[in-house]
């Protein structure tokens, strides 16, 4: 039997090959996934790749790692891996290859927003792990914004080094860049930082929130009301 996985924007394909009564036969299944979640896979160059594993080698090597244990084998592979095409593959996206906009033809300019989006970085300053949801509300002008672009853009700048508050700020000033919207709110809630549970004053319990508004958001305190008073409905699932 051979599987084979391949994606494309919006489905991913399971194309399974077994032998029935002779004949190969060739089964293909689809599955949607969700665009907000990190499925891009970015292109890194052989010396990008070998620079990163002779890094992690060289801090296993600080450490005096045991090289004879075959847990360690591939280890600098791996992260190398991990890091380039997961935890870090921001780098090298720009939004405006990834998303697209179109005319608000129906001129609505009533607030959209979508919450509860979980996300993923790591610190500048530990490069420790951050974790935690967000919110992203934007008031329409002449351009409209697939929900999911949403989820994307965020994804982009959270997958890197970087800061909570410069996360919410990249994320809100990409957003009036590509859409020009009339206003924009990011809000980024419940997020855990490793360096401030794990070492320092070790708060366990510490969850931050950060917030970046511009345009209409700013500018007037009842709409701004209104999109915390949404962020505050709880979800079924919570």
Not at 188 to 209: I, P, Q
Request: some cysteine; charged content about 25%.
């Amino acid at each position: 039997m051979k599987n084979e996985t391949y994606r494309n924007n919006h489905y991913t394909h399971l194309d399974t090959q077994e032998l029935e009564n002779g004949i190969l036969i060739t089964r293909t299944q689809s599955m949607v996934v969700p665009e907000y979640e990190s499925t891009e896979i970015v292109d890194h160059s052989p010396e990008q790749f070998e620079a990163v594993q002779k890094a992690i080698r060289d801090l296993l090597n600080a450490f005096n790692v045991n090289w004879d244990d075959p847990n360690y084998a591939d280890t600098p592979k791996r992260v190398a891996k991990a890091y380039l095409e997961y935890w870090v593959s921001g780098y090298g996206r720009d939004p405006k290859d990834e998303v697209t906009v179109f005319p608000n033809t129906s001129q609505t300019d009533d607030m959209v927003m979508v919450k509860d989006m979980r996300f993923y970085s790591l610190c500048s300053h530990h490069l420790a792990p951050i974790e935690g949801y967000a919110a992203i509300a934007y008031i329409p002008n002449d351009y409209l914004l697939g929900l999911s672009k949403l989820g994307r853009i965020l994804d982009i700048f959270a997958r890197r080094f970087q800061l909570q508050e410069r996360i919410g700020q990249q994320t809100a000033d990409a957003l009036m860049d590509l859409v020009k919207p009339k206003g924009v709110m990011v809000v980024l809630y419940n997020v855990t930082h490793g360096c401030m549970s794990s070492r320092g004053v070790k708060l366990h319990e510490a969850n931050t929130t950060t917030s970046a508004v511009r345009g209409v958001f700013r500018d007037d305190p009842k709409l701004r009301a209104e999109a915390l008073s949404l962020l505050s409905l709880k979800s079924p699932s919570h």
